[in-house]
Nanobody, 127 residues
Framework: QAQLVESGGGLVQAGGSLRLSCAASGRTFSSYAMGWFRQAPGKEREFVAGVNWSGARTAYGDSVKGRFTISRDNAKNTVYLQMNSLKPEDTAVYYC????????????????????WGQGTQVTVSS
C-alpha cells in the first residue's frame, strides 16, 4: 500500500511559479500511474495532470495546458508538478494520487479510478 506526501505549496503572486513534489513510500512506485488533482472551495475535484508508470505518457487538464508540466523520477519515488504562469484561478488544494497499474491507457482523468491519495498541499495565487 502506497503512502503519498505532497510538498511545495505556498503563496505566490500571479505570473509566478511553484514546483510541487509528491513522495511515495514502497518499492513499487515505478508501477504506479500518478496524477495531480486540485480542489477549490465549493468546487469539485479537478484533474490537473497525470503520468503513466514509465513517464512516457502524460495528460493535462485544459486549464493548465502549456503552463504546467508533470514529471516523475522513479529512482526517487517522486512525481513533480512544475507550475508556471500561475493565475489566481489556480488557487486550490492540490492532491497527488496513484494507481498501481501498468497500462498504456493511463493516465486517467477520473479521480475515482485512483487508489491512493496524499493529504494535499495548499497553493494560493494572489492577484
Amino acid at each position: 500500500q502506497a503512502q503519498l506526501v505532497e510538498s511545495g505549496g505556498g503563496l505566490v503572486q500571479a505570473g509566478g511559479s511553484l514546483r510541487l513534489s509528491c513522495a511515495a513510500s514502497g518499492r513499487t512506485f515505478s508501477s504506479y500511474a500518478m496524477g495531480w488533482f486540485r480542489q477549490a472551495p465549493g468546487k469539485e475535484r479537478e484533474f490537473v495532470a497525470g503520468v503513466n508508470w514509465s513517464g512516457a505518457r502524460t495528460a493535462y487538464g485544459d486549464s493548465v495546458k502549456g503552463r504546467f508540466t508533470i514529471s516523475r523520477d522513479n529512482a526517487k519515488n517522486t512525481v513533480y508538478l512544475q507550475m508556471n504562469s500561475l493565475k489566481p484561478e489556480d488557487t486550490a488544494v492540490y492532491y497527488c494520487a496513484g494507481k498501481l497499474i501498468l497500462s498504456s491507457s493511463w493516465p486517467r482523468l477520473n479521480p475515482n479510478e485512483y487508489e491512493y491519495w496524499g493529504q494535499g498541499t495548499q497553493v494560493t495565487v494572489s492577484s
